[in-house]
């Protein structure tokens, strides 16, 4: 009777199934090892002095997916008892039996095949799920070089599973960023008929919430994802956020609307947001500007369609009953998000994550998290008070004000694929982010400029595409500062609480300067296109001390 199943690799040897076996007299390994040339038969007398509790075999294997193959085989079982003779004579085995080294492997990884080669053929589902069992025997027998291994396991990087994360990704990032890409709407109406009486920088505070909580959450979400509560983290999120966007219906004063909609549903998206593109993440590699890319416009499809909402609807039934429209479609289009997301099988999980110390002496690497603080403290500006600008100081209506913003979540929506395409093909993230960015500080100097709706609309549309470039392509940047795997989840949360605090304190910002220039925007819109250019150099700055000035893909 079987006792308990495990599963080892050691180097091309696949052991597998510990069970009781009456050969034997004790629980056992039993495997195969399958090479594309003959296999040499063991004599109990060889000079490898196998042992006597270590038997072959020639029945059929079972228990385990197996890829038929007409390559010979070798059926054996291994004592626990002998684990430590194993690895002592692994060299000797390993010479006779003709299996390679590790750095020389040549056939695919398979359950039968077991020749682990990196780079062709990905491992079905059922195999990387047996192989995610793996992580679970390295603390039993800790003499096996089985971490190194597992770690070798790559992003399938394509196929159904994989492209079915992007359509999560975008339907996450839509619910996500795309409610706080619409916040102009809501800033507009709170500010000329719901709260009159409170000033601009005051309601800014609602959203700058949402914003700042949905990247600092990912300080708590990473380490719970290597600790394995995807699912808690994730489908936590995911009600927390349908659950605060249903309240927002029934908050009337501005510290209910900071609580329920500013804080709380920050948190909501912040965990739903942050475990579901980590994820995402874990099935690309070479596609991974494009995937990315492709969630990111989720935040471009929202900031368009909760407008619309709000727009068409706001002042026929009322803010209230709006805002539980609002939340049935956040509800309809985070179901299938939560069906299709889960963790990549045989993806490994880091465990304990410590702090990064050698991050604060990556000269390029703090560099990079300055400009991304200088870019995210003024990208916002534009998409909070377009439709306000439009209503104070060129005295459009209401809807006019809003298809404003809505016009420049719709450029923004080209703006999430193009970078990420050039970024993939051509130049690589950082060379694509930095004149994106550069080219939104100078779209906010020129709306200074702006006299008329039309030429209003073709600034908002221009900077919605620009700011795409920052917006959709700052993971992989950060991705890319990262001098190995085992510092990406903790590299890429510190930035994120650098960019959450810069999300925080600018739209508000922005707001006192308005109020302080009596009602006018000039402070306003001068202080987002300095911080934008500033950190838009400073990216640039850090690609050069990175790279030089090389024209090569970083």
Known sequence: MSTRKST??????????????????????????????????????SSLNIPDNVCTKSKAHTGLPSIHTSRPK????????????????????????GIERADKRRSRLSFTPSVFQ?????????????????????????????????????????????????VAGHLIVFNAQGLNMSFGIFQAYYQSIMLPNNSPAQIAWIGSFQIFLL????????????????????????AILVSSVLMTSFCTQWWQLLLVQGLLTGVGMGLA??????ILMGYFSKRLGLATGIAAAGSSTGG??????????IFKIGYAWTVRVIALVVLLTLIPANIIARERPGHKSRGKITMD????????????????????????????????????????????????????????????????????????????????????????????????????????CLYGFSAAGLQSLYSATIFGFAPGPATVSIRMAMVFVVIGVACL??????????????GGYFYAQMFAGCSIFLGATLLLVARVVKSGWLPIRV
């Not at 510990?18 to 003959?38: H, K, T």
């Not at 069992?133 to 770690?151: A, C, I, N, S, Y």
């Not at 304190?505 to 006192?512: E, F, Q, R």
Request: net charge negative; aromatic share 14%; with cysteine.
């Open 215 to 238: 990247f600092f959450m990912s300080i708590v979400v990473s380490p719970l994802l290597d600790k394995g509560y995807f699912r808690f983290c994730f489908n936590g999120g995911s």
């Open 273 to 278: 947001f942050g475990s579901g593109v980590i």
């Open 74 to 97: 070798v059926l054996y079982s291994v004592s626990r008892n002998s684990i430590n003779w194993y690895r002592g004579n692994h060299s000797k085995i390993s010479s006779q039996l």
């Open 8 to 45: 080892f690799i050691n180097q091309g040897v696949y052991l597998a199934d510990i069970e009781s076996n009456a050969s034997c007299g004790s629980s056992e390994l039993n495997g195969a090892i399958d090479r594309p040339f003959p296999v040499p038969h063991y004599d109990p007398q």
């Open 118 to 166: 990196i780079g062709t053929e990905h491992p079905s589902i059922e195999q990387t799920k047996e192989l995610g069992r793996l992580r679970d025997d390295v603390d039993e027998f800790p003499g096996t070089p089985l971490k190194g291994l597992v770690e070798y396991i790559e992003p399938p990087d394509g196929g159904a599973m994989a492209w079915a994360h992007t």
């Open 505 to 518: 304190i600018g739209a508000p910002i922005g707001g006192a300067l308005i109020a302080s220039d009596g």
């Open 304 to 313: 368009i369609f909760f407008p619309l909402i709000a727009e068409k609807l």
């Open 357 to 460: 110390w050698s991050a604060f002496r990556d000269i390029p690497y703090l560099l990079m998290m300055a400009g991304m603080f200088f870019s995210f403290l003024g990208i916002y500006f534009g998409f909070y008070y377009i439709a306000t600008y439009g209503e104070a100081i060129l005295l459009l209506s209401p809807s006019d004000a809003t298809s404003l913003l809505i016009a420049m979540n719709a450029a923004n929506l080209p703006g999430r694929f193009l970078p990420g395409l050039i970024s993939d093909a051509c130049i690589g993230p950082l060379n694509t982010i930095v004149p994106a960015t550069f080219l939104a500080a100078m779209l906010v100097f020129i709306w200074i400029g702006s006299t008329t709706h039309h030429s209003l609309l073709v600034i908002a």
